[in-house]
Every structure is written in C-alpha cells, then in structure tokens.
C-alpha cells in the first residue's frame, strides 16, 4: 500500500521526507523515493528498489537538498517493482507527482499523451497523470489551474502530490478515493497519507474531505473543492500520535489493535472504492478478466483465516451465485484434491509465510486451476510473491499472537471480492462497507460492559460459542481466541447442531455465548437457545433484536447492522471479551504459550 509525505518548509526537508517514510513502512510497499526543489529551483530525485533503508543510503551518498518536495512508498499496481516504476515520477523536469490509488482510464490516457508526444518511462498508470499536468500547465499556466484540470480527467481512486519548478515553494496535494491529510506546522506545512508520518513535526492536521485540493506554501494552507470553489476545513489537534509499534496508553497490544480495526478497515478500502463499486483494478490488473471466468473459487488456510473463508463461502454463494470450496491447507496438501473446472485458487494468510498454506499454494500451482489469488497483510512474503494475483489487507503491524485486526481486514477484502466476482448490486454493499469504521466504534464502546461481564467466566473450565449462518464462523472464531488467550476449552458450534451431540455438555457451569444479529435465521437460533435454557445452561447473547426477563439469558445490545456485514461487526465483541478473561486470569495476553505469530513449520 502506498505512502504519500510532502512538505514546504524554510528549511532543508528531504530528511523529513525519508523519516516520514520510515514511519509509513508499516503500510507495505516494494520501492521508494522523494524529489525535492533544489537551490536552483529544479527537480533532484532518488529512487530505489526495495526498502526505505536503501533509499536512505543514497541520499547519505548525495547532495540532495531542498525545502519543497515529496516522497513515497510504492506497492506495485501497474508494473513490476524497480526503480523505473518507482515514485516520484517526472515529466520534461518541470513536474514531479507521487500517487495513491489506481487510474481506471489511464490506458486511454497514456494513448492521447503518446499523439501527443509524451514519452514512458514506466509501466504506471501514474505517469499518465504526471504527463497530464504538464498538458494543461501549458494551457493554464497556474499549477492549481493545471491540477484542477488534470483531476477532471481522471477515473479511479488516487491522492497525489504534487511540485513543479514553475511554481517554487509551493505543494499541491489532491485527495480523491485515498486518504491524503495536510498537516499545519512553524514555518513548515505538510501532506501525508497518515499522521504518523509527521507526528514528530506537528499535531495539527486538517483532514481532507473527497475531492479536495490543497495548495500549500510553508506559510499558507488553501483548500478547494474540485470544482475550483475555496472552502474551509476544521483543523484537528491529536493530543497523542505515537509509533505503531508502541502500546502508547494501552496495556497489551491486543487490545490496541482491537481499537486500531476502525482505521485498519479506512486504510483496506482506501483507493479501491469508487461510484457505489468496487474498482476494476482493486485486485490487480486483469482480475477483472480472470474472475468473469472464475465458475468455482477454492480457498485455502488455516487458524483464524480458515474462519474467514468460511464467513465468505456464504457471501460468494448466495451474493455472486459461484460454488465456493473451503479447506484447511495442512488437510488438502496431503489429499488427491479433485480439481474443479476453471477453479480460482485463493490462499488466506496474514504473515504470508504460513508454511501449509505456501505448500498447498505451490501445489495448487501444479494442478491445473485458472490462478491463484494470495490475500495477505505483509508485503513481500513468499505467499505473495509466489501469487499470480495478490491483495494487501492492509491492517498494519499486528503484535498480538492471536489475530483481531488482521482477521476483521480479511474480512473486509472476502466482501470486497464477493462483489468483485458477483457484480450485481454493489452500491447498497458499498454503503454498508462505508458504515463499518462507525459501527466497530460503536462496539469498542461496550468495552467497560465486556470487562465487568468478563468476571463471570473466570473460574469456568469450559464454553460454548453458537451462532448460525455466516455467524457460525464467527462463533468458531469466538471459541478460539478465548481458548488461545484465557486456556479455557471452548467450542465453538453452528446452533442447529446443539441436539447432534453438545447439549450433552449443558449444564449450570457451562456458558453458553450467543451470536444473534437480526437476520432470516433469527427465529431458528432463538429456538435453539430455548433448548440451553431447558437444561439449566447459561446464555450470553450479542445480539440487536432481543429482550428477555430471564435472569439466565444476558443480553449484550448490538447496533442494528445490516446481515451482510454482521459477521465483521460481531467478530469484536467476543475479542473483547477473550481479552478480558485473560487478562483476569493473568495469561500472557501478547504472547500465549505454545503459539507464534507466523506458524512457518508444518
């Protein structure tokens, strides 16, 4: 995933840029760069392949200084990872640009600019728009009047930054479908792609709004829409921004990363939504082509993403119609697999190094299916690489052993792909993707009811979780955080099964927690806890349409959420209450006994 820094200043800031890069490796990438204004007034630039530390070398073996420029981290979208791909891109030494996001119309574009005598030097879709600018500056001769143009002729999602050396001193940013904030300082002004990158610098950001245009100088911070009208922004004061791998206020890293999901979710979907659907290009080049001729989709993984792929088995059925297949990669690396016709190979791992998984992936490639698709959080890794098609969960640095925003992450991208394949009805969809960091807000907000409810499972030894539908997933995923955290057995079931053999175990000392949103199974389930409650079992509900006067059934009210997205919204609550059973037990929270974070041996 890209990351964007820029910043004006009455000083030398190419050091500035490269910490800012430092601070945004988290977010995946595969080359770097950053072009500045020198004393002259004209572009110097440095790129390199790979990580940021090689970028830093050869500014450490440059002359490179100036006080107006940008920087980037690049993930590879449109051509492979090298330096001719890498950002900054330039066009005549005149302008240079850094951009986020995918250009759906570049290829037309790339063809009116080679009539026109523009000349490639890369494979990106961004050196369309670098080329673009340079276009309608010779019409405009205004480097706002050239961007706003520019922007009108685009389709995708994208923020950019912006410099030239018409126009000295000063930093044009755009934000359109991928988040760009500006950041306010003493005698300096700043873009970036997260705070984080500026948060030694300043505290206080403006946060741009869709279809914004910053024109900034290191004195001054102008914004229009995209129309060319002037308008204001409120300006933010963080009164903390720390490192994302420190635990800050937090006392685990758990349970930082279960407050980090908002924002983990903002940063999955950035650049990749667009007009109520999911972009073309969101899984690669050519996925578009590739999944019009997907008629089965085969998921691989294990732990928490096995459980993830189960929750988008239901989606990719019953909202694109296509027959999906989930298995258990230390399972199907030692059978005779049956291939299915034009079958779509997807692996699910956070690490991407997931020994199993990376096995059952290569042989996979061995077996005759259409492709393979890696679903990922880490940039690089030998799932990844070894993928014909990839897609960065984008959740950042998880540290915690047992996975909270890294799951709900591959959770968001199963949907984004459900409707990728289906096409039919994205928009309510969409609008349901868009609510999702307000509702997990809503859910962190039941954290004090979690804790003091957590006090009642602490002397137990063993627990149910029942959910049905998508749901049972969520259950089954419930059951093995609070094994992995508090070493409590639990279980996890679809409610329908109770009376196939578990209601043997009901008694007065085992709880039994309940998934419920308001969904066509909802009668079903309530029926089934009705069947807990007739052998003296005790009955915790999640749940946004229930009441009870039954002193044994406890109800924990949700917000109302739509049925498609509700797995994701109450995968949290039960991280919640996992980890504050543990931490009442006094369990390594971080770090359970026995379980690391990337499983890389069979």
Not at 177 to 206: C, M, Q, R, W
């Amino acid at each position: 995933m890209c990351g964007i820094v820029g910043a004006v200043s009455d000083r030398n800031i190419e050091r500035v840029l490269l910490e800012g890069l430092k601070r945004l490796e988290y977010r995946g990438y595969d080359s770097a760069g950053l072009a500045v204004l020198d004393s002259k007034k004209q572009i110097e630039r440095l790129r390199a392949q790979g990580k940021v530390k090689q970028l830093e070398d050869l500014l450490n073996q440059s002359t490179l200084h100036g006080d107006t420029g940008i920087a980037h981290t690049r993930w590879a979208t449109h051509g492979i990872p090298c330096e001719a791909n890498a950002h900054p891109l330039i066009s005549n030494n005149e302008f240079v640009l850094v951009h986020n996001g995918i250009i759906e119309n570049h290829e037309t574009l790339r063809e009116m600019l080679l009539e026109k005598g523009y000349q490639f030097t890369s494979e990106t879709d961004t050196e369309t728009i670098v080329h673009l600018l340079h276009y309608f500056y010779q019409q405009k001769k205004d480097l706002l009047a050239a961007t706003l143009a520019t922007v009108a002729k685009l389709e995708g999602a994208y923020a950019l930054g912006i410099v030239s050396s018409h126009a000295p001193g000063r930093l044009i940013g755009v934000r359109h479908g991928a988040p760009l904030i500006v950041g306010k300082g003493e005698g300096a002004n700043y873009i970036a792609s997260d705070t984080l990158a500026l948060n030694k610098h300043t505290k206080d950001f403006y946060y741009l709004e869709e279809g914004d245009v910053v024109d900034l100088t290191r004195d001054s911070i102008a914004i229009y829409t995209a129309e060319g009208k002037k308008v204001e922004r409120k300006l933010h004061t963080l009164e903390s921004n720390v490192d994302i791998a420190d635990r800050g206020e937090h006392r685990h890293y758990m349970i930082k990363e279960i407050n980090e999901q908002g924002r983990a979710i903002v940063a999955n979907l950035e650049g990749r939504l667009g007009n109520g659907r999911v972009l073309d290009s969101a899984f690669g080049l050519h996925s578009k082509e590739l999944f019009s001729k997907a008629k089965h989709i085969q998921f691989i993984a294990c732990g928490t993403s096995f459980h993830a792929a189960m929750v988008a088995k239901y989606w990719i059925e019953s909202l694109a119609g296509i027959p999906c297949s989930v298995e258990i990669a230390s399972e199907f690396r030692y059978r005779n697999a049956v291939v299915q016709p034009d079958s779509l190979f997807v692996t699910l791992s956070q690490s991407g190094e997931t020994a199993d998984t990376l096995a059952a992936l290569r042989l996979a490639k061995k077996s005759g299916y259409l492709s393979t698709l890696a679903i990922c959080n880490v940039p690089h890794s030998s799932i990844v690489r070894e993928s014909d098609f990839n897609f960065m969960t984008r959740a950042g640095m998880e540290i915690g052993v047992a996975s909270t925003k890294a799951f709900t992450a591959q959770l968001v991208a199963l949907l984004m792909l459900t409707l990728s394949l289906g096409r039919k009805n994205e928009q309510p969809i969409v609008n349901e993707l868009l609510r999702l960091p307000k509702l997990i807000e809503q859910v962190i907000g039941l954290n004090p009811l979690i804790a003091k409810l957590a006090e009642r499972f602490v002397d137990k030894e063993h627990m149910l979780f029942l959910g049905r539908g998508a749901l049972y997933p969520i259950a089954l995923e419930g059951a093995l955080k609070m094994k992995e955290l508090s070493y409590i057995h639990a279980e996890g079931y679809p409610a329908g099964e109770l009376k196939h053999g578990p209601l043997a175990l009901v008694d007065k000392n085992m709880p039994v927690i309940a998934v419920m949103p308001n969904n066509e199974l909802l009668e079903k389930i309530k029926s089934n806890l009705q069947e807990v409650r007739a052998r003296g079992g005790e009955l915790y509900v999640f749940t946004d349409n229930m009441q009870s006067k039954d002193e044994g059934i406890h109800i924990i009210q949700m917000p109302t959420v739509d049925p498609v997205i509700a797995p994701i919204v109450y995968s949290v609550p039960l991280q919640l209450l996992a980890y504050h059973v543990a931490v009442l037990k006094g369990t390594d929270v971080d770090q359970p006994r026995n379980l690391a974070k990337s499983v890389t041996v069979e």
